[in-house]
């Protein structure tokens, strides 16, 4: 970790030559999928049928009304769960950490039950009701990782293992609660709940991503002024502090940020495994550990797999479409295999 703090020969912004070709490249794949998402599904569209200014009313309503906020979303969350997987790992200096491993997005998913039990009048008729899941889930998801780090405080570098003990745990009890509420749910309650313990896009309004999208992106632009101190707190808290970070301060902003990103992103798509732990080591194994190229990597690569995986669920089995949280497990469980694996010979 040393190599990350001398600046390389040919360094930028955001990493050396390499790493932002990588990220140029990373941003074609994006955009790439962003219009192959758009383009395809039980409707078919072509290029050109995007940019006519002559579309029929039903092309209109698919592109504006149903494709585009879904595309957005998924391209959002995506970004939002590989930046906060890369923030998590590096502050917490474990190669496992990530907002659905430690509880974070359970914790999100528990404030958005919560709310959608406990209030469900005020939801759907209240004219505010439409931003309380997102305002619960980032409640839920900040209330989790406060108690990670007040549990893990005072165990030093093996609080690292205590956090992934820690979050099991909580995992297992806010999977008690959700079956407690699951049970105690109504018809109608018990269908919103499905939709977040499977995970989806589907249904996104323009009225609900707007703001959700102001939530995410501020979080995401506040997080990567972070890099260099991620760098630096590799060496271990008491090193960086003597380097000049402000490791409490650090701690604070994570915190804050990476609870606003992961709870407005599961308050709209719900549970949605793995893609916070598999994204940031397919960056790393791209362009290096840098948190530089590191941050801005990993939401380029978490939104385009995100959208790509949602494109999936989308065309695998028309006019029907698989849960998102399905297509992402399914890609992301054998990676976790691989990588304890790798690091049980000691190659990480």
Known sequence: MIKTLIPEQGSYLFGTRKQLSILFFLTTVCVVAFFLAILNGSYQI??????????????????????????????????SLGMCGAVLQGLFRNPLA??????????????????IV????????????????????VLGASLVIGLLFTLTKGFGYQGTTYLLLVGIAINAIVGVAIGVLTYISTD???????????????????????????????????LIPSSRNLDLIQLGEAEASRLGVDVKKLKIRVILCCASCVGASVALSGMIGFV??????????????????????????GASIMVSADLIARIIIQPAELPIGLITSAIGSPFFLWLI?????NDY
């Open 98 to 115: 990530d907002p659905g491993l430690i509880g974070v997005s359970a914790g999100a998913a528990l404030g958005a039950a919560i709310a």
């Open 46 to 79: 072509s290029l050109t049928e995007i940019f006519s200014a002559e579309q029929e009313s039903i092309q209109k309503v698919i592109i504006n009304d149903i494709r585009l906020p879904r595309v957005l979303l998924s391209l959002l969350v995506g970004a």
């Open 276 to 301: 916070g732990l598999v994204v940031p080591h397919l960056a790393r194994l791209l362009g290096g550990v840098s948190h530089r190229y590191l941050l801005p990597g990993a939401a380029l690569l």
């Open 188 to 222: 109608s309650e018990l269908r919103t709940l499905t939709f977040w313990t499977m995970g989806s896009f589907g249904g996104i309004t323009w009225l609900l991503l707007i703001p959700a999208s102001f939530v995410i992106i501020t979080s995401l632009l506040l």
């Open 118 to 137: 406990v209030t469900p009048k005020f939801i759907s008729e209240s004219s505010f009701g439409l931003f309380l899941l997102p305002i619960a889930g």
């Open 341 to 345: 694996f790798r690091m049980k010979k």
